[in-house]
């Protein structure tokens, strides 16, 4: 069975969350009634040939915290309800006599906010299992690093730590992770992986568009504009902010080293294209024109990982030089 976490972002004050709550992101009421299953979700064999016999169930996304809040918040005047972990206890024993008590495969991937969730849940998701089962995880677009915006400031740090507070996060995050000392930073892929025992792979891009707008240069970082151009397209980019963007691909490398090395058990495709997760795209997941590194594609690669095939830890070379990306910075 493929369980697959909707995406969706995350709100971290009262406001933003109050927003959230009257749409799609926030309410049943404001979701649409059909889904679209493709790419790695897709039943046809010639567009998902290692998965296209699977169960699928995709999880939407309600809460603003990646499946992890527990609280409530109320001050006389707004009344919020942070229920994330509990929804996913609620989907996950509702599934359990549906199949995935019994499942001999599974696999539980997400996109963006729902590939952190990944991270978040990966091993939770494990122990339901059978112990014969063959459990593995997958983020999409969701290893969201904590690094420094052009104007040095810790952006995302800061809206992760309000996130983790607001909606009550912290005792649902890894417990070794936490005990560091501190806990907010586990919401941070980076810092909770190294625990993670279940095998797992990493899809991104070096240059994810959402951490390119949004952690390395956030609006209030670039009050000037001085990277509005760069931001609609990489070729109108200036010496100076390409050599930003290769900065931050080093450090997502960096950071990604201990995971990739020295295991066999985990697998990662790193590309270099300008995109916000690939696996639930036709275009992106496996087509004749799909991106590729050394000649795969993403749907081989995290098949050959998946059914332990051979060894997939793909690292694409660094900007301009992949021709195959599929760039979308909007």
């Not at 969201?144 to 996060?169: C, E, T």
């Not at 900065?247 to 995971?259: D, Q, V």
């Not at 697998?267 to 639930?280: K, L, V």
Request: proline share 4%; charged share 15%.
């Amino acid at each position: 069975m493929h369980v697959i976490i909707q995406g969706g972002g995350w709100c971290n004050d009262v406001k933003s969350c109050l927003d959230r709550a009257s749409t799609r992101h926030g309410s049943t009421l404001h979701m649409s009634k059909v889904e679209v299953f493709s790419g790695i979700l897709s039943n046809n064999a010639s567009f998902n040939p290692d998965f296209y016999n699977w169960n699928r169930v995709k999880l939407r996304y309600c809460d603003g915290a990646s499946f992890a809040g527990d609280a409530v918040f109320d001050n006389g005047t707004s009344l919020l309800y942070f229920r994330g972990q509990r929804i996913w206890k609620a989907i996950i024993h509702d599934l359990l006599p549906k199949g995935l008590g019994q499942a001999r495969k599974a696999l539980l991937s997400g996109c963006s906010a729902g590939g952190l969730a990944t991270f978040v849940h990966c091993d939770d998701f494990t122990s339901y299992l059978p112990a014969n089962a063959s459990v593995k995880c997958l983020s999409d677009a969701g290893f969201f690093l904590d690094a420094r915006d052009i104007a040095m400031n810790h952006s995302m740090r800061y809206f992760y730590k309000s996130l983790v507070y607001l909606q009550g996060v912290e005792k649902n995050l890894n417990k070794n992770c936490t005990s560091s000392g501190y806990p907010e930073l586990c919401f941070f892929p980076q810092y909770v992986l190294p625990y993670i025992k279940t095998p797992y792979f990493i899809l991104n891009t070096a240059y994810d568009v959402y951490q390119f707008h949004h952690i390395l240069v956030p609006p209030a970082a670039d009050p000037h504009g001085h990277w509005y151009h760069c931001k609609l397209s990489p070729k109108d980019c200036n010496a100076v902010q390409i050599a930003t963007l290769q900065g931050f691909r080093r450090y997502m490398l960096e950071t990604l080293r201990p995971f990739y090395m020295n295991s066999t058990s985990r697998g990662m495709f790193i590309n270099s294209c300008f995109a916000h997760c690939q696996s639930e795209s036709q275009d992106t997941w496996f087509a004749l024109d799909s991106p590729r590194v050394l000649n795969k594609t993403i749907a081989q690669a995290v098949g050959d990982w998946y059914f332990s095939r051979r060894i997939s830890k793909e690292i694409d070379c660094a900007y301009p030089c992949d021709s195959s990306c599929h760039n979308q910075l909007s």
